[in-house]
C-alpha cells in the first residue's frame, strides 16, 4: 500500500475524501460535487468502512472512468491514478464552477455530496459570479418614469459625452436600460429616483462615535441617492470628522490631513463599488473613531481571486457599475484600487492600513501613535502646528470640528464665488449639487456660522430675494499668507 494513501484510510471519508467500492452511476456527482468545492480524491475499490475491496485498474476501467467524466459540464481534467488494486481519481477545484451532469448540481457538504436545490443553485451561480448584479434587469424601475435627469446629466458632464446624443440610445449603450425599457440594476443605481425605494440596501451608512469604542455616537447620516452622490457625500462626511493639522513653512501654510484623502476615496468606490448587492442583510459602512476610520462592505474576494492574489489582478463582482464609474474617473484604472491606497498610505507615512476579507471586506486606516501622542510629527519643533481644538470628538465641540473641516475643503470656491451675491441655487449648481438637505447642512449653515458667507436679507432669512456674500473674514482666509490678495 502507498503511504499517502494509508492515512486517508485510517481518517476515513471527509470533505475531501471519497470512497466507492465500484464504478456506479453516482461517481459523476461525486466529481461535480468535488469540483464546486474545494477538490478531493475519489478512491474506487474502498468501501464506504474505508475496507481495501479491490477493483480492476486495466484500461478498460480508465475507459470507463474517462467515459463518465465526460457528462460533466463544462469539461474537467482529472488525474486517474493506480495504486496497487485501487484506483484514486484526482478532482481539482473547478475553475470554472458551477460543474453539473445531468442529475443537476451537486456540492460537497461534510463528508457527503448533496444536490443542489433551486435556491441553493441561485445562490451558487450568484456567489460564483455567473450572474452578475449589475447586469439585471430591476422588476419595478420603469424608464422614464424611475429616470432622474439630474444625475443622468451630470454624469455625462463628468463622463464628457456630449448631451445631444439620444437619452434613450445611450442609456441602453450604457447598458443602463433594456429593450422594454426597464431599468437595469446599474441604472438604477446611478440614474434613477428614489434608490432607497427600489434598492433599499444600496445605503451608504455613516457614524461618528465618540472615543474608540462604539458607545456613544455624535453623528449619524445615512445616504441613499445614486453612486456618485453616495460616494462624494460619504467622503465629505468623514473630511468633516477628521482632524487636520498645518504645516508652516515659508510663511506659507500646508494641511495636514490625519489620513490620506487618496486612499480614503479610493476605499470609500472599492466598497460601493465591489460590495456584494445580493447580500441584502447589510450596507455599506464607514465608522469614524477618535484613532481610526473603518470601511467595509457586504462581499469579500470575489469568485476567481484566491488570496494569494489579492491586489495583484483584479476581479470585478460587478464590472458594469465599475466600467460606468471608471468613464468618469471616479475609477482611475479598473484593479489598481488596492495599489493606489496602500501607495497614499505610505507617502503619507501618518497612517497604518489593515485590510480584512471574509463575508466582509474590510479596510481600516488608523492614526500611528505618534501623531496621537503629539509626538515629532504632532509636534511645534517639527513645524506642523495642530488646529485649535480642545479634543475632536468631544461631543461639545462637533460643531466647531466640522466648521473648520468644511472651511478647508470648500470655502476658497464659494468665497471666491460670492464675491458678488449669489443665491443659494447658484452655490448649489456651482458645487454640482443638487439635494437641499446636504448642501444646508454640510455646506451653507456652517459656512454662515463660522462668519465666512452671510446673508444680504439677514432679518429675513427664509426670503425668496436671499442671497449669500463672503465676509470680511472669509476675504482674509482667502488672501494669500504674508501678501495681499
Request: hydrophobic share 40%; aromatic share 8%; glycine share 8%.
Amino acid at each position: 500500500m502507498s503511504d499517502p494513501l494509508t492515512p486517508l484510510l485510517q481518517t476515513g471519508e471527509g470533505y475531501h475524501t471519497e470512497f466507492k467500492q465500484s464504478l456506479d452511476k453516482s461517481f459523476v456527482e461525486e466529481v461535480c460535487a468535488f469540483a464546486n468545492s474545494g477538490g478531493g480524491r475519489i478512491l474506487l475499490g474502498v468501501a464506504d468502512n474505508g475496507v481495501i475491496k479491490g477493483i480492476d485498474t486495466g484500461n478498460a476501467m480508465r475507459s470507463r472512468v474517462q467515459d463518465m467524466l465526460g457528462q460533466i459540464e463544462p469539461r474537467l481534467n482529472c488525474e486517474i491514478e493506480a495504486v496497487g488494486d485501487i484506483l484514486v481519481v484526482k478532482v481539482p477545484e473547478g475553475a470554472e464552477k458551477p460543474y453539473g451532469c445531468s442529475r443537476g448540481f451537486f456540492m460537497r457538504m461534510g463528508a457527503n455530496s448533496q444536490k443542489l436545490t433551486r435556491n441553493q443553485i441561485i445562490e451558487f451561480f450568484q456567489k460564483e459570479g455567473r450572474i452578475r448584479f449589475d447586469e439585471l434587469s430591476h422588476a419595478k424601475a420603469l424608464y422614464p418614469d424611475d429616470f432622474d435627469p439630474d444625475a443622468f446629466v451630470r454624469f455625462l458632464k463628468l463622463a464628457g459625452i456630449s448631451p445631444n446624443i439620444d437619452r434613450e440610445t445611450l442609456l441602453r449603450n450604457l447598458d443602463c436600460l433594456t429593450a422594454d425599457n426597464r431599468f437595469t440594476n446599474a441604472g438604477v443605481l446611478l440614474f434613477a429616483k428614489d434608490i432607497d425605494f427600489l434598492l433599499n440596501h444600496a445605503i451608504v451608512g455613516c457614524v461618528l462615535y465618540k472615543g474608540t469604542g462604539k458607545v456613544h455616537i455624535l453623528d449619524k447620516k445615512d445616504f441613499m441617492a445614486n453612486l456618485v452622490d453616495n460616494i462624494d457625500n460619504a467622503m465629505l462626511f468623514i473630511q468633516r470628522h477628521t482632524k487636520l493639522a498645518y504645516k508652516i513653512e515659508h510663511l506659507r501654510r500646508e494641511e495636514i490631513p490625519d489620513y490620506p484623502e487618496v486612499a480614503l476615496r479610493e476605499a470609500v468606490i472599492n466598497a460601493v463599488c465591489h460590495r456584494d448587492y445580493f447580500d441584502k442583510r447589510a450596507n455599506v459602512l464607514i465608522e469614524v473613531f477618535a484613532d481610526r476610520v473603518v470601511i467595509s462592505n457586504p462581499g469579500g474576494l470575489p469568485s476567481g481571486l484566491p488570496p494569494e492574489e489579492f491586489g495583484t489582478r483584479s476581479v470585478a463582482r460587478n464590472p458594469l457599475i465599475a466600467s460606468l464609474l471608471h468613464r468618469i474617473d471616479y475609477i482611475e484604472k479598473i484593479g489598481t484600487g488596492i495599489n493606489r491606497i496602500r501607495q497614499a498610505v505610505a507617502e503619507h507615512g501618518g497612517t497604518e492600513l489593515e485590510l480584512r476579507y471574509n463575508d466582509f471586506f474590510t479596510a481600516t486606516f488608523r492614526v500611528k501613535t505618534a501623531m496621537l501622542t503629539g509626538g515629532k510629527k504632532g509636534g511645534l519643533e517639527s513645524g506642523i502646528e495642530p488646529p485649535p481644538q480642545s479634543g475632536a470628538h468631544d461631543e461639545a465641540h462637533v460643531t466647531a470640528q466640522v466648521t473648520a473641516q468644511v472651511t478647508a475643503q470648500v470655502t476658497a470656491q464659494v468665497g471666491a464665488f460670492c464675491r458678488e451675491p449669489r443665491s443659494a441655487k447658484e452655490i448649489m449648481e456651482m458645487l454640482e449639487l443638487k439635494h437641499w438637505k446636504t448642501f444646508q447642512g454640510n455646506y451653507l449653515n456652517p459656512l454662515l456660522d463660522a462668519g465666512f458667507i452671510e446673508r444680504t436679507i439677514p432679518d429675513k432669512p427664509n426670503s425668496r430675494l436671499q442671497k449669500y456674500r463672503i465676509t470680511s473674514k472669509g476675504r482674509a482666509l482667502l488672501q494669500p499668507e504674508g501678501g495681499d490678495e
